[in-house]
Structure formats: structure tokens, C-alpha cells
């Protein structure tokens, strides 16, 4: 793996296949997802990152499912999502599906979180959407403590209190998942990335560039300010929505009947214009490596970079394909030629192996597979128990 | 110190336009009443015709184009907006209403408004206060009192639509002149006040 991982994100729709009439079920979906995770790992792609939605056409329900089932079939793959709903799941849950998920992939699993952008989610799960915000802080909070405290006493306005409450299984190795923080346009999540020295993850695909700039700027800024180090070590990671054959002319007469229905973008803008205003690359290998490789102008030596690739009813054939020509041909070459242009001091992308080297060094970690994190846990309950007690008496229980 | 920017939105489709004439005879009223206060302002024209297919585009995309995001720009960073639209079905044509939609909530707060209407009959003068005025009290628009709705037959008897034409510009110099726009503030500004730390979202701070 180089300074940079490179991998694979996956929106999850079931969309027809404009050119066939063919709808895929979902079952033909879901499998072909673990074809296309396994494909990635076979032609050396480091991460496949799922999405999270709850209502069709969309089939992503259930992340640590999927990556766990991906994770017992490859070896190197990086699991990850893009993103995980920090809003409407029980953070308590996230903890401990995470954490299980980076036991069981041998630290391969970190994770990316959102808002989401379905605004009935909020009810189905009992939340309320004009709460986004503040839901996203509030339960990172939580998540942080549960997996950097041993025994958690909390009290939040969403969530019901915990006292003496240990989430299981401790991190592997004492150390947590690393976490991204994503969104769009929302000034508020750059900042709680930054707050923690955490990643921060732009989708960078369907809007223009100027969001993810902007984005990335503040990000970058406040990650100094809280400091954790010059904007320029801050861990930023990119989308890209590409499209490849070997002559644009082919790519682009291939793409275009997909393109023109599509969900997100179809009988709007045409293949040209929305190229032209968004990072979509509809053309050959050549063209994706220099697009791409433009995206560090407006958002600097980044360290993970993800391509959609699956959208719109492109069949599993076809996506398997751009898979392989990613893997062959396109990131090699930007393995290479990011490298050779990335400034002194930028850190690598964060890798279990590297964060529990450094959290040794540092003092941080947790205990070695968690036993230490229980033995701290067993002091460290009693106290909990009593300060549970003490405030049970408080409120007249 | 540069001059304060009108500009002028006129959504007409008809080339000549009836809208473009109320929205010029708008800008040169409130352009008399502006140096009676001793004040000189810029005119913007901003034409939605030509940027139908953007503005359509916009909306399944949310993805301007650089003439779109430039004529979205010109509008949110004005002193002053002069903004016409023909009736349709009682109420402003789809495209007035879509170029609108473009623009964020707070981005028009405070800015000094005049608003005008065209339409066949006077029985759709009524689009100015079942439609107009809504909208622009939503995005927190300064709106002049007065409205000019110009029906066809106003362009060919004495009905008083130049005495209306003359009011409504001098509310608007007025209203630029007596109360200007607040510029809100920007989230991104670290230094400025609408920027949230994460301490202030804690509420520690």
C-alpha cells in the first residue's frame, strides 16, 4: 500500500439497465456487490466502502453485515462505508457492530460518517430531521466515549443515560476504528472532524467543485486550530464518479444511455455539461489518471481516494470491468505520480497496523486485544457504579 | 467607493417582452428617485429566458452552470433587486419561480425589493399579493408597499401606471437609502459571527 489507498463506493441503487430493460433483483445486487469487493482486492485496490440507506431502490441496510461477509473472503481489502447514519442509528450499536466488524477483519474496517440525505429515515428510526446537526454531534460524542473510555456513564438528549455501561468487544489492540466525518455543505461537520483530529471525507461527485473545497479548506484550517498538526497532515479522502473504455468515443456512447436516465442527474444536464461541472470522467484511462490527479488543486495531498463506479443499472459485467481497468492501469499511475508530487510531511492513509504503532508510542492505547481495556474496566466499574448511585440519589430514586 | 448594484430579474418570454418594459421603466424610476438623494447605483440585468435550460438543469442536479451560478451571484450579492414576471394560472411563471428556488434561505434577507407583475386583464392583479409578496416575505426580502401589476390595456390608456411606476421606484431608492441590506454573515468565516465552533455546538461555549 502507498501513502494513498485507492478503492471502490458503492451508492447501492437497483436501477434497470436502460439499454436491456433488465432490472436486477436484489439478491443479483447483493452478490454482485461481494464479486465486485472481491474483484477490487484481487486487482489491488485497498478499500470497498458501502453506502447506508433504508428504503428501496436502494439495498445497503445492513454495512458490518455485508463487510463482515467481505472481510472473511479477502485478505488485504480495507472495509469502510460512505457513509454510516450517525443520526438515526443507536451510536451504542455503531460502537459495538464496528468494533466487532474490525475484530473480525483483523483491523481492515474503519468507517465514514453522514447524515444521510433521505429526510423519512429520521421518522422510520424516530428521529427528527431538524435535530440533523445536532444528532450527529451528540451521538459521535457518545461513539468517541465508548470507544476510548473502558466503562461509559453518559446522559444526552437523545439517547436514553448509560451508567457503567462497557461496549463489546473493545477495539483491537486498544485502538478504535479510524473515523471520517462526511457531508457535503454542512460547515458544522468539517468543524467536528477537525475538533477530533479525525478524517474528513468529501463524496466529490453529482456537485461542483467548489463544495468539496470549501469543505476541505475550513476542514483543513480548524484541524490546525484544534491542533492536531498543519492543515496540511489533516486526512482527507475524495470521491470520483468515473467511466472508462480505451477511446473517449467508445466510453462516452457506452455511458451515455445510462447517463441519461440515471437517477440522480438523468433529463438534466447533458454527459458533457454535468463532466464539465462535476469531477464525473466519462473517457479513457488517461483521462481519469489526469482528472484525477487535478482534484489535488483545489483539495491538497489527500490520502484516500474512492471511485462509484456501480450507479445507474451499469450491469455487474461492465462494473467488474472499470474495476479491473482501475486496478491495472489508472492507479498505479496515480499511486505513482501522487507520490512523486506529495509534499514533506503529509501522513499516509491511516491503517490499523500504523495508528496501534502509533498509539504505543504515544501512550494512548487502550490494551493489547482489549484486556487491559477490562481490567481497567473492573476499577473503573465500581467507581461508575458509585457515581450511577450518586446520581440516582440526586434525582430523589 | 463603488456604486450600489440594482439588479433587474425580469422572467418574460416574448422578445419584446411587456415584463422587461415594466422592469425598465422600474429601474429608470427608481433610478430618478435615487439622485434626488444624491445617489447613483449600477444596473444589472439579469434575463431568465436564456437560462431556462440551466435553471432546469439546476433543479434535478443542484449543479449550476457557470452562466446560471453567475446570474444566482449577481442577484444574491445586489443592493437591490427589481423583479418582474408575466401570470400564468394566477400566479408567477414557472421559471420566475424555479430561477428563486436557486437562491438559499438567508441569502435575500434584507434586501430592498420592488416587485412587478404583467398580464392580460386586471383580474390578475391580484398574483402581486396571493404570490409574489409570500415568496419574497419567506426569503425575507425588504418588499416596496406598492406593487405595479401592468395589464395589457395599462400600456395604451391614462390608467395611472407611470404615477405607480414612480412610487414604487422611489419606495425602492427610499428603502436603499434608509434601510440597506445586512449582508448575513458567512458560515465558513472562522472569524465571523454565523461560523459554530465545536465548543458552541457542545454548548460550552
Same mark, same amino acid.
Given at each position: 500500500?502507498?501513502?494513498?489507498?485507492?478503492?471502490?463506493f458503492s451508492v447501492s441503487d437497483i436501477t434497470q439497465d436502460p439499454t436491456t430493460g433488465k432490472t436486477p433483483s436484489e439478491h443479483e445486487r447483493i452478490k454482485g456487490w461481494i464479486a465486485m469487493a472481491k474483484k477490487a482486492e484481487e486487482v489491488g485496490l485497498d478499500v470497498f466502502a458501502t453506502g447506508e440507506h433504508h428504503n428501496p431502490p436502494f439495498f445497503s441496510s445492513s454495512p458490518t453485515t455485508t463487510l463482515g461477509y467481505i472481510a472473511a473472503q479477502t485478505e488485504r481489502l480495507i472495509l469502510s462505508t460512505a457513509t454510516t447514519l450517525i443520526t438515526t442509528n443507536d451510536p451504542v450499536k455503531i460502537a459495538?457492530?464496528?468494533?466487532? &466488524?474490525?475484530?473480525?477483519?483483523?483491523?481492515?474496517?474503519? &468507517?465514514?460518517?453522514?447524515?444521510?440525505?433521505?429526510?423519512?429515515?429520521?421518522?422510520?428510526?424516530?428521529?427528527?430531521?431538524?435535530?440533523?446537526?445536532?444528532?450527529?454531534?451528540? @451521538?459521535?460524542?457518545? &461513539?468517541?466515549?465508548?470507544?476510548?473510555?473502558?466503562?461509559?456513564?453518559?446522559? *444526552?438528549?437523545?439517547?436514553?443515560?448509560?451508567?457503567?455501561?462497557?461496549?463489546?468487544?473493545?477495539?483491537?489492540?486498544?485502538?478504535?476504528?479510524?473515523?471520517?466525518? *462526511?457531508?457535503?455543505?454542512?460547515?458544522?461537520?468539517?468543524?467536528?472532524?477537525?475538533?477530533?483530529?479525525?478524517?474528513?471525507?468529501? @463524496?466529490?461527485?453529482?456537485?461542483?467543485?467548489?463544495?468539496?473545497?470549501?469543505?476541505?479548506?475550513?476542514?483543513?484550517?480548524?484541524?490546525?486550530?484544534? *491542533?492536531?498538526?498543519?492543515?496540511?497532515?489533516?486526512?482527507?479522502?475524495?470521491?470520483?464518479?468515473?467511466?472508462?473504455?480505451?477511446?473517449?468515443?467508445?466510453?462516452?456512447?457506452?455511458?451515455?444511455?445510462?447517463?441519461?436516465?440515471?437517477?440522480?442527474?438523468?433529463?438534466?444536464?447533458?454527459?458533457?455539461?454535468?463532466?464539465?461541472?462535476?469531477?464525473?470522467?466519462?473517457?479513457?484511462?488517461?483521462?481519469?489518471?489526469?482528472?484525477?490527479?487535478?482534484?489535488?488543486?483545489?483539495?491538497?495531498?489527500?490520502?484516500?481516494?474512492?471511485?462509484?463506479?456501480?450507479?445507474?443499472?451499469?450491469?455487474?459485467?461492465?462494473?467488474?470491468?472499470?474495476?479491473?481497468?482501475?486496478?491495472?492501469?489508472?492507479?498505479?499511475?496515480?499511486?505513482?505520480?501522487?507520490?512523486?508530487?506529495?509534499?514533506?510531511?503529509?501522513?499516509?492513509?491511516?491503517?490499523?497496523?500504523?495508528?496501534?504503532?502509533?498509539?504505543?508510542?504515544?501512550?494512548?492505547?487502550?490494551?493489547?486485544?482489549?484486556?487491559?481495556?477490562?481490567?481497567?474496566?473492573?476499577?473503573?466499574?465500581?467507581?461508575?457504579?458509585?457515581?450511577?448511585?450518586?446520581?440516582?440519589?440526586?434525582?430523589?430514586? | 467607493?463603488?456604486?450600489?448594484?440594482?439588479?433587474?430579474?425580469?422572467?418574460g418570454l416574448g422578445e419584446p417582452s411587456s415584463t422587461k418594459l415594466l422592469a425598465d421603466r422600474l429601474r429608470d424610476a427608481t433610478l430618478t428617485a435615487l439622485t434626488a438623494h444624491g445617489q447613483h447605483a449600477d444596473v444589472v440585468d439579469v434575463t431568465l429566458r436564456p437560462l431556462a435550460q440551466d435553471i432546469a438543469s439546476h433543479m434535478l442536479t443542484h449543479n449550476p452552470t457557470d452562466a446560471l451560478a453567475a446570474a444566482i451571484k449577481e442577484v444574491i450579492d445586489a443592493e437591490a433587486i427589481i423583479a418582474v414576471t408575466p401570470t400564468f394560472n394566477m400566479s408567477y411563471s414557472g421559471l420566475f419561480k424555479s430561477?428563486?428556488?436557486?437562491?438559499?434561505?438567508?441569502?435575500?434577507?434584507?434586501?430592498?425589493?420592488? &416587485?412587478?407583475?404583467?398580464?392580460?386583464?386586471?383580474?390578475?392583479?391580484?398574483?402581486?399579493?396571493?404570490?409574489?409578496?409570500?415568496?419574497?416575505?419567506?426569503?425575507?426580502?425588504?418588499?416596496?408597499?406598492?406593487?405595479?401589476?401592468?395589464?395589457?390595456?395599462?400600456?395604451?390608456?391614462?390608467? *395611472?401606471?407611470?404615477?405607480?411606476?414612480?412610487?414604487?421606484?422611489?419606495?425602492?431608492?427610499?428603502?436603499?437609502?434608509?434601510?440597506?441590506?445586512?449582508?448575513?454573515?458567512?458560515?465558513?468565516?472562522?472569524?465571523?459571527?454565523?461560523?459554530?465552533?465545536?465548543?458552541?455546538?457542545?454548548?460550552?461555549?
Open positions: 500500500m502507498s501513502s494513498m489507498q485507492f478503492g471502490i459495538e457492530d464496528f468494533a466487532m &466488524l474490525q475484530h473480525l477483519s483483523d483491523g481492515r474496517a474503519d &468507517l465514514t460518517l453522514g447524515r444521510g440525505n433521505t429526510g423519512p429515515v429520521y421518522p422510520w428510526f424516530g428521529k427528527d430531521i431538524r435535530d440533523g446537526i445536532e444528532l450527529a454531534i451528540e @451521538n459521535y460524542a457518545l &461513539l468517541h466515549k465508548l470507544w476510548h473510555e473502558p466503562v461509559v456513564n453518559w446522559q *444526552g438528549k437523545h439517547r436514553t443515560p448509560l451508567t457503567g455501561f462497557t461496549s463489546t468487544p473493545a477495539p483491537l489492540d486498544g485502538v478504535a476504528p479510524f473515523v471520517w466525518h *462526511g457531508s457535503i455543505r454542512s460547515p458544522q461537520i468539517a468543524e467536528q472532524a477537525a475538533y477530533y483530529g479525525d478524517g474528513f471525507f468529501h @463524496n466529490n461527485i453529482f456537485w461542483n467543485k467548489e463544495h468539496t473545497e470549501r469543505m476541505v479548506r475550513l476542514y483543513r484550517s480548524r484541524f490546525a486550530h484544534y *491542533g492536531h498538526g498543519e492543515p496540511e497532515q489533516a486526512i482527507v479522502g475524495l470521491g470520483g464518479q468515473v467511466f472508462m473504455k480505451s477511446t473517449e468515443r467508445e466510453a462516452k456512447e457506452r455511458f451515455r444511455p445510462f447517463f441519461d436516465v440515471a437517477p440522480v442527474y438523468g433529463h438534466g444536464p447533458s454527459l458533457e455539461d454535468f463532466t464539465e461541472m462535476t469531477p464525473l470522467t466519462v473517457g479513457t484511462p488517461e483521462q481519469v489518471i489526469e482528472r484525477t490527479l487535478s482534484f489535488r488543486d483545489y483539495a491538497g495531498d489527500y490520502q484516500r481516494q474512492l471511485f462509484l463506479v456501480d450507479h445507474a443499472g451499469l450491469p455487474l459485467e461492465e462494473v467488474l470491468e472499470q474495476i479491473e481497468i482501475l486496478g491495472t492501469e489508472v492507479v498505479p499511475v496515480l499511486r505513482r505520480e501522487f507520490d512523486r508530487v506529495r509534499a514533506d510531511g503529509v501522513p499516509d492513509a491511516p491503517t490499523h497496523a500504523a495508528r496501534v504503532a502509533a498509539a504505543r508510542e504515544a501512550g494512548t492505547q487502550m490494551g493489547e486485544q482489549g484486556n487491559a481495556w477490562q481490567e481497567g474496566a473492573r476499577t473503573d466499574l465500581d467507581a461508575a457504579l458509585d457515581t450511577g448511585a450518586a446520581i440516582a440519589r440526586q434525582a430523589g430514586e | 467607493m463603488t456604486n450600489p448594484r440594482i439588479v433587474v430579474v425580469s422572467a430561477f428563486f428556488d436557486c437562491v438559499e434561505e438567508g441569502q435575500l434577507a434584507s434586501i430592498p425589493t420592488a &416587485l412587478g407583475a404583467t398580464g392580460g386583464t386586471a383580474r390578475h392583479s391580484m398574483v402581486m399579493d396571493t404570490a409574489m409578496r409570500p415568496m419574497f416575505a419567506y426569503l425575507k426580502a425588504q418588499v416596496a408597499p406598492t406593487g405595479v401589476f401592468a395589464a395589457a390595456e395599462d400600456w395604451g390608456s391614462a390608467s *395611472g401606471l407611470d404615477r405607480r411606476i414612480a412610487r414604487e421606484g422611489q419606495e425602492l431608492a427610499d428603502l436603499m437609502v434608509a434601510m440597506p441590506r445586512r449582508r448575513e454573515a458567512d458560515p465558513f468565516d472562522t472569524e465571523g459571527d454565523a461560523f459554530v465552533s465545536f465548543e458552541q455546538m457542545l454548548g460550552h461555549a
